[in-house]
């Protein structure tokens, strides 16, 4: 998208920024608000459930949206003095800039300095990115107040832009005029070799709320609020069907096609009911439709998705999948790519039609290799090689062509430019080489005349050598023709052999046969590469089928051919007499067979040089764009949809949200007015953790639209098949009223692994591990750890490493704590004695409780870290948090907990206990030998005096840095929670999720 907050060093003019009235505000923030994180309480109204119009629905949001930004400034002002920092080279007023509204200023950061490795540190290597949010000052600030001291003040700045080709200059807008020093208020300019330092200090980063912003006050190009007028207006109304279509009772005939494709997934009731739900939804053009399909865990909701989008692609109905993170982003396409692997007919014909786009270094996809395919990062430049019309597709067939009909024309031309000395001996040896992305590139001649212009300039020769080589010679008549014309007289009038023999012993270059097998090789290669790349990245629509088939054929015609080249080549000299037909001695098998081929290939390659014609595209950004136009399913996080908000774009017809329950309703606005939409799927489970919010003012701003929606409508899927049933059946009864059935594969006998035999207690799938004598510490950043807890899930995974070594059985086993610090004792302690990779036959991963959210283990080992006189449990009160931490297994599950700790909280966390009693899963941890001794040495290490004067603490009120008043959140307790939990201790706040 060619907006205002790109890389380009071009655009539109400062008071056209997209989201100013955002970064006005944040701009115009004081020091003082920086380190009050109530700096808008009181000011922000709770956002209602319904609204009277698109206007005071966006509205709504605003206040709320600014406050959460403030929020996130104030939580990473804590860290100031780790903050990546850079020192300016020089600041100077831009083209732009027009006070006193427009300060716009170009910045250009100093560069690491060469032969100081040491000097530089890390943390000074920042590179700016549109959005940062960043301070100048003329200090390296260690604590907020060191911003605005009277010989070094601050200011604000946002970066609009960077500079296209440089890393190191941008273009910021500054909260005011930059008088930090005489030079810059007299001259609008500041130099570092005036003597004088200023550094940028990066702040936060603003883009996913600036882009929230513009979806909130109509700043998308394209926007359509048709289906957010629904949402608002016939809330009543959601989920019910066309009253048309339904009178007419229309029969599609897509779905009689569709049946076949949707009967092969081993889809259950509920799933297949939900899919066919949003085809015949999609299928009705007489209203807009909102879909929900509630997903709780286990039950295949990725499967569904997967399968339903599949189904749209046959359709041809163009889609856009989007996301809260990349993770979740990368999951469902993962899922897709799986399913249509294995139903393409014709290679990887298809996967044009589907694009994946967003920074592929934050989405990590190195490590999903299963997706560079179609991911648009790496699609751009293969597709910017292959319709170059010097070296992609029509130069490469030319080249094959003319090739198989004469290769001694061009074997003269290697022959001219050995004796014209173009060529060196290294130069002529062809091979291949794969760049950083993968890409095969293939090399060829690359004249001396490059090569003398020193190794810095050389490349890779990335067009045909020998239409390079004609070129040269070509200059070269024009500019020497009567010496050019002496030197080549020879070489075509004097014998075949005895010039070959020359050139060999003399020049040391290739024979004709060797010429024709090494060349063959290279040419078949390159087009083979083209062809192959064409097929698999362009969009169907621009690739019909018969053409991919003519080319598949050409391949293995190709390919027969090289083989056949190489076994005649190998008993035979003159190739080119016997490609020719009019060899002497005689055909043999082979001879007859390389001739037939050769003019099957060519016939083929004609065929398909006439009647096919690649998109005529120019540059990268024409071929990026081509590719989101011409998609037929793309998948990008719900923010980044924002690149698809373009007048020129294709309409969209289906948005699918997956886990819409994780994104913030103001979110889902900016997919939700992408151009043409009319039908939208939402699918998720508001029973499990919600968006992330930082700010701590009850404004329901981490609220989503499928929590809003799922009141109205739903489609329940309802068979679980992840969890032991041993597992599932507390999380069943307590969160989804026992609505969730057990999928046939966990009901199995197979499905029960004993993990702990031989133990004093001999586990099964689910127990309550009580540990009496734990000890809860509280860090320097109000993070708790139990080091007595740490030290049984440590013996429990040595335990389990144990039995899985002796068994040969592969096992993964997740360790999950509510808090920062438990994790990372919990790691400290395993060390690296064993693997985090998911291939190893036994891995441990520990991590939060939501770093776990879609996750799965085959054991998982809960430490709910809690030990204290007050019954204060912490973020596990929090009914979703409990809910993914209890789902997340699927053969064993062990919840280490205090009895007493849990009795006092009176959570839900206490139900469980009573539950385990109930069902002979209850164990003291002090009764088994091996338990109590690791337990006894934690508690010396720590030392006995620690735990009597933490117990003796009051953590309710002294230990808080916050009042009790901000760990409730009204909005979930009364959905699914008994009502005893109504007036008990949560602790749901969702700001807490940082921890």
Avoid at 19 to 43: A, C, E, H, M, T
Avoid at 498 to 507: A, L, N, V, Y
Avoid at 685 to 693: C, G, I, N, W
């Amino acid at each position: 998208m060619m907006n205002y907050y790109s890389s380009s060093s071009s655009g539109k003019r400062a008071s056209d920024i997209k989201g100013r009235g955002l970064i006005d505000v944040v701009l115009s923030w004081p020091l003082s608000s920086f380190r009050n994180q109530f700096y808008y309480d009181g000011k922000v109204k709770t956002i209602p459930d319904k609204f009277s119009s698109t206007r005071e629905y966006t509205e709504a949001f605003k206040l709320p949206l600014i406050a959460e930004t403030h929020a996130d400034l104030v939580s990473k002002m804590g860290a100031l003095k780790s903050a990546p920092i850079r020192q300016i080279h020089s600041l100077t007023t831009s083209k732009d800039f027009n006070p006193p509204r427009d300060m716009v200023y170009t910045l250009m950061l100093k560069q690491k300095s060469k032969g100081n490795e040491h000097n530089n540190h890390e943390k000074e290597l920042y590179v700016p990115e549109v959005g940062d949010l960043i301070a100048l000052t003329a200090t390296k600030p260690k604590h907020f107040t060191d911003l605005d001291r009277p010989r070094s003040p601050y200011l604000l700045a946002v970066v609009l832009k960077v500079k296209v080709n440089s890393s190191d200059t941008f273009e910021i807008l500054a909260s005011n005029r930059v008088n930090l020093f005489q030079s810059v208020e007299e001259k609008e300019e500041f130099r570092r070799n005036q003597g004088e330092k200023m550094f940028a200090v990066h702040l936060t980063n603003m883009t996913t709320n600036i882009r929230i912003w513009q979806g909130l006050n109509s700043e998308l190009e394209g926007n359509s609020m048709q289906l957010i007028e629904q949402l608002i207006e016939k809330e009543s109304t959601i989920g019910a069907n066309c009253s048309i279509c339904s009178a007419g009772h229309e029969e599609h005939t897509t779905n009689s096609n569709l049946n076949d494709a949707i009967c092969r997934f081993n889809l259950n009731e509920s799933q297949e009911s939900a899919i066919w739900t949003c085809i015949n939804a999609r299928e009705c053009q007489h209203k807009h439709t909102v879909k929900v399909i509630w997903g709780p865990p286990g039950t295949g909701k990725t499967k569904t998705v997967a399968s339903l989008l599949f189904a749209l692609s046959i359709m041809k109905c163009r889609t856009v999948t989007c996301a809260p993170t990349n993770i979740a982003v990368l999951g469902v396409a993962a899922r897709l790519m799986s399913v249509l692997r294995g139903s393409l007919e014709y290679d990887t014909y298809g996967f044009g039609d589907i694009v994946l786009f967003g920074n592929g270094e934050r989405m990590k996809i190195d490590d999903h290799e299963e997706l560079f395919d179609v991911l648009l990062e790496k699609r751009v430049p293969i597709l910017s090689d292959c319709l170059s019309p010097d070296v992609g597709w029509k130069s490469c067939l030319e080249s094959m062509i003319c090739f198989l009909r004469n290769p001694e024309k061009e074997f003269d031309l290697y022959l001219q430019a050995l004796k014209d000395k173009s060529l060196t001996k290294e130069e002529t040896e062809p091979h291949q080489q794969s760049d950083n992305d993968g890409v095969r590139t293939m090399r060829g001649f690359i004249p001396r005349k490059m090569v003398d212009k020193g190794k810095a300039q050389l490349r890779e020769v990335r067009g045909d050598p020998w239409e390079t080589l004609s070129q040269l010679l070509e200059r070269k008549k024009k500019a020497t023709d009567n010496q050019l014309t002496s030197r080549k007289t020879p070489v075509f009038t004097i014998d075949r052999k005895s010039q070959e023999k020359k050139i060999d012993t003399q020049e040391k270059g290739w024979t004709l046969d060797e010429f024709i097998v090494k060349r063959y090789k290279i040419l078949k290669e390159k087009l083979v590469y083209v062809v192959q790349n064409l097929y698999k990245h362009l969009p169907t629509s621009f690739m019909p089928l018969r053409v991919v088939k003519e080319m598949i054929k050409a391949i293995a015609l190709l390919q027969s051919f090289g083989t056949l080249l190489q076994e005649v080549a190998a008993s035979s000299k003159g190739l080119s007499e016997v490609l020719k037909g009019i060899k002497e001695a005689g055909y043999s098998t082979s001879t007859k067979e390389l001739n037939k081929t050769k003019t099957e290939c060519l016939d083929v390659l004609v065929v398909l040089l006439e009647t096919f014609t690649v998109p005529d595209l120019l540059d990268e950004y024409e071929i990026s764009s081509f590719c989101l136009k011409n998609a037929c399913l793309l998948f990008c996080t719900a923010n980044g949809s924002i690149k698809l908000h373009t007048k020129e774009m294709t309409p969209v017809e289906v948005l699918v949200v997956d886990e819409a329950a994780q994104l913030k309703e103001c979110e889902s606005t900016i997919p939700l007015q992408l151009p043409g939409l009319r039908h939208a799927i939402l699918v998720g489970d508001e029973r499990q953790l919600p968006a992330m919010v930082q700010s701590k003012i009850k404004a329901e701003f981490g609220r989503s639209l499928f929590q809003r929606l799922v009141l109205f409508e739903k489609n329940l899927l309802n068979v679980q098949y992840r969890m032991h049933p041993d597992i599932s059946m507390f999380p069943n009864k307590v969160f989804y009223d026992n609505l969730i059935l057990n999928g046939p594969n966990v009901t199995e006998l197979t499905y029960r692994r004993h993990f702990f035999e031989g133990s004093m207690f001999g586990f099964g799938s689910y127990a309550f591990l009580n540990i009496s004598n734990g000890r809860e510490e509280i860090d320097n950043r109000y993070s708790r750890k139990n080091t007595v807890e740490v030290a049984v899930v440590a013996e429990l995974v040595a335990r389990l490493f144990k039995e899985s070594s002796s068994k040969k059985q592969k096992v993964s086993v997740g360790c999950i704590a509510p808090y920062k610090s438990q994790v990372l004792a919990i790691q400290e302690k395993l060390g690296d004695e064993y693997s985090r990779e998911a291939d190893s036959n036994f891995c441990v991963n520990a991590r939060s409780v939501d770093g776990f959210q879609g996750g799965e283990e085959d054991v998982i080992i809960i430490s709910t870290v809690a030990c204290n006189q007050d019954g204060w449990i912490g973020f596990f009160a929090n009914h979703q948090r409990a809910n993914v931490a209890l789902t997340r297994a699927r053969y064993c599950l062990l919840i280490l907990g205090n009895e007493e700790t849990l009795e006092r909280s009176r959570t839900i966390w206490w139900d469980l206990v009573v539950d385990a009693k109930g069902r002979g899963c209850f164990y003291d941890a002090s009764k088994d030998d091996g338990l109590a001794r690791v337990m006894a040495d934690a508690l010396a290490e720590g030392g006995e005096s620690l735990s009597k004067q933490f117990g003796a603490m009051s953590i309710r009120n002294e230990a808080r840095p916050w009042s009790s008043s901000n760990r409730n959140h009204s909005s979930y307790g009364t959905s699914y929670a008994s009502p005893r939990y109504k007036n008990g201790r949560s602790s749901s706040s969702l700001s807490w999720r940082h921890d």
